[in-house]
C-alpha cells in the first residue's frame, strides 16, 4: 500500500485520534492536518502493515506502475484472517495491522510476531 502523498514510499503512519492512515513518514511529518478528514493531529502513530508476498512480488515485477489497479488495492487491503472485510484494526502493542475489528476482537496473541495483543486501535486505509 502506498503513500497516499507521494505514492512512493509504504503507508507507515496512522493519523491519531481519526485513525486515517495515508502516509508514509516523510510525507506525514509535513502535514498540518489529516488531507483525508481534514482534522488536525494530536500524533502520529507507526504502524506496519502486513501485506500478502505474493503482492510484494507482482509490485516488483511491475516496478513502472507506481500505482496499483483498484483491484489489486482492494485485495490488499482484506483482512488477513477472514478474508472478507477490509484491514482496520492496529494490535497494540506491536501495531501490526493485518485483521479487521471484528478479528482482531477475537485475537490475543499476534499471529505475526506471537506477541501478547492487550488492545487494538481501529483505523482506515
Ligand atoms: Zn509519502
Ligand atoms: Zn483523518
Ligand atoms: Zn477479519
Ligand atoms: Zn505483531
Redesign the pocket.
Known sequence: MLCRICYKEEIEIA?VP???A?ACIECALSLDY?S????S?SRLMRIHLCMNKENDESLKLQPCSSKLSSDDELKAKLCKVCLKEEMSAVFLPCRHVYTCVKCAEEMSECLFCREHVYSFIKI?L
Open positions: 493519523i481519526c485513525g486515517h495515508i489529516c483525508m478528514c481534514r482534522m493531529y482506515y
